[in-house]
């Protein structure tokens, strides 16, 4: 059971536009939903994470959307740099569960210059 | 300080054997979690411990274990390998204090598995 769907597989955009990506969740349990980052090679990093009782939250270049009633949330990269060429996750978390990620498929994006 | 800390980055196994992994996570972490990744899978959480004591347990066969020392450096050990058994195992540490909660996870490089 996939209990977060991520799409799309993947992203091409140019230098200088946005990149989405969208997830959605089934469980209403969770309560904590980070992004990561993983170029290849590494580990994933941290990039964002939102709760769900806030609608946006804006770090930088990257934003979160939050829907709750949709059971949806989505990454926005604005301004879209080369260096931002990796492969993103969406996360939940259930908190009273632990450290326990439940991941999506993740998004392989790739910034042309 | 020095990141979350993965030993050996890659390791060539064949179907049967056992493997062990290690993971030295940053200092003052007292939360290790372990996670696979396949590409047909995906990101899987394998198990969580704190304190030396397993709080949290994905959805793997019993062949998959772990422990945590008291410095906790963790490992984990994979019997009777299979072929499907190769991916990318992943440790992660967070600064948890608590039994309970989440907080942010730091991921290691990780340790590629084969097996053949």
């Known amino acids: 059971q996939q209990q977060v769907k991520q799409s799309p597989q993947s992203l091409i955009v140019q230098k200088g536009g946005i990149s989405i990506i969208n997830c959605a969740y089934e469980n209403t349990a969770f309560d904590y939903f980070p992004w990561y980052q993983q170029f290849p090679g590494k580990g994933p990093a941290l990039l964002i994470a939102i709760r769900p009782d806030v609608s946006e939250k804006k770090e930088g270049r990257f934003t979160i959307s939050f829907n709750k009633s949709a059971k949806q949330f989505s990454l926005h990269i604005m301004d879209s740099q080369p260096g931002d060429s990796a492969t993103y996750f969406c996360a939940a978390v259930f908190k009273a569960a632990g450290n326990k990620l439940t991941f999506g498929g993740g998004t392989r994006v790739l910034v042309k210059p | 300080k020095a990141g979350v800390t993965q030993t050996p980055r890659y390791l060539i196994k064949t179907r049967g054997q056992q493997v062990t992994l290690s993971c030295s996570p940053i200092s003052g972490h007292r939360s290790v979690s372990w996670y696979q990744q396949t590409p047909g899978q995906g990101l899987q959480f394998l198990f969580e411990?704190?304190?030396?004591?397993?709080?949290n347990k994905g959805n793997f066969p019993g062949r998959f274990s772990g422990r945590q020392f008291s410095n906790s450096r963790s490992e984990m050990n994979v019997s009777t390998l299979e072929l499907g058994d190769s991916a990318l195992y992943l440790c992660a540490s967070s600064p948890r204090n608590r039994a309970g909660g989440t907080d942010t996870q730091y991921f290691g490089p990780g340790t590629r598995l084969t097996v053949l």
């Open positions: 411990y704190f304190s030396e004591t397993q709080r």
